[in-house]
């Protein structure tokens, strides 16, 4: 039970770290721009949706 207990603050550690990467990265892609050839392609998927 001692080392189970011992290691929780350690395993606590560890997930916060991965949570504060994980947000990071995440935030990191959000401020990127969409490529053009993306837009392009949306933009003609909403007007073949729009046609039928």
């Known amino acids: 039970m001692r080392v189970k207990m011992s290691k929780e ?3 606590s550690n ?4 991965i949570d504060e990467n994980l947000k ?3 935030e990191k892609e959000l ?3 969409v490529p053009d050839r ?7 998927l909403r007007q073949k949706e729009a046609t039928k």
Do not use: N, S
């Not at 560890?14 to 770290?17: D, E, G, S, V």
């Not at 993306?38 to 003609?44: D, S, T």
């Open 9 to 11: 603050p350690e395993r």
């Open 38 to 44: 993306f837009r392009q392609l949306l933009e003609e």
């Open 14 to 17: 560890l997930r916060r770290q």
């Open 24 to 26: 990071r990265a995440y």
């Open 31 to 33: 401020e990127r721009d």
